[in-house]
């Protein structure tokens, strides 16, 4: 069971070419910002004035706004760090998987990483609960543009925060190094706990 309120533990403790320095700010700080505010809006929420909701400004929807914000920022990025520390060799029935909905793997990474190049937030393949099928997305914020019913199994972060301190604005480098560093069992967990849900 998900709680957007508890600090998941880092599944690594180095990767290959993201510094520690990178880590201890976007886990340490960043991640961990967004756990202690989405208790900070629950707590809110339970006493706010319901008498003053207003869909142009009111204390009520800027809440409901800013929960979707910070629980998809805790989900994405304990997606990003779930699946990191490994040595990049994809295997498993998720490539069976990829291979199905994409062509071949190759096809599936070409089109990944040009997401990597096209977003300002974030690339996530999804598993689409509703179709069945995995598929590519981009997010520009935590929460833009996600869809109902689809759980991200690989997840890119394309912050700058992810990747400027040891890339500067190199970001195909970043994407290629976060390649070698995925951990493809990991994926392979995840996928199937997921689409074992249908
Ligand atoms: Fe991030």
Same mark, same amino acid.
């Given at each position: 069971?998900?709680? &957007?309120? *508890? ?6 403790? !180095?990767?290959?070419? +993201? ?14 910002? &967004? ?5 900070? +809006? ?7 004035? /319901? !008498?003053?909701?207003?869909?142009? =400004?009111?204390?009520?929807? $800027? /809440?409901?706004? $800013?929960?979707?914000?910070? @629980? ?6 304990? @997606?990003? =760090?779930? #699946? ?9 029935? +998720? ?10 793997? $190759? *096809? ?22 509703? $179709?069945?099928?995995?598929?590519? &997305? #981009? ?9 109902? %019913? ?16 040891? =890339?500067?604005?190199?970001?195909? !480098?970043?994407? *290629? ?7 493809? *069992? !990991?994926?392979?967990?995840? =996928?199937?706990?997921?689409? %074992?849900?249908?």
């Amino acid at each position: 069971m998900k709680n &957007y309120g *508890e600090i998941k533990n880092l599944p690594f403790k !180095s990767l290959h070419g +993201i510094s520690d320095k990178t880590i201890d700010i976007h886990w340490g700080k960043l991640y961990q910002g &967004y756990v202690k505010k989405w208790q900070e +809006i629950q707590d809110k929420l339970k006493i706010v004035d /319901l !008498s003053q909701a207003n869909a142009t =400004f009111s204390e009520l929807r $800027e /809440l409901k706004v $800013e929960q979707t914000f910070t @629980a998809n920022a805790v989900l994405l990025h304990e @997606a990003y =760090f779930d #699946i990191l520390g490994g040595q990049g060799q994809p295997a498993g029935e +998720i490539i069976e998987a990829i291979k199905k909905d994409y062509g071949s793997f $190759e *096809e599936w990474a070409v089109h990944f990483k040009a997401l990597g190049m096209a977003s300002r937030g974030w690339v996530i393949l999804a598993y689409d609960f509703n $179709e069945g099928i995995l598929r590519n &997305y #981009i997010a520009d914020a935590h929460n833009l543009y996600g869809i109902w %019913g689809a759980a991200p199994i690989v997840v890119l972060d394309m912050y700058e925060h992810a990747y400027f301190i040891d =890339f500067g604005s190199d970001k195909k !480098s970043y994407i *290629e190094t976060y390649f070698q560093n995925l951990n493809w *069992e !990991s994926i392979e967990k995840k =996928f199937n706990k997921v689409a %074992g849900r249908n």
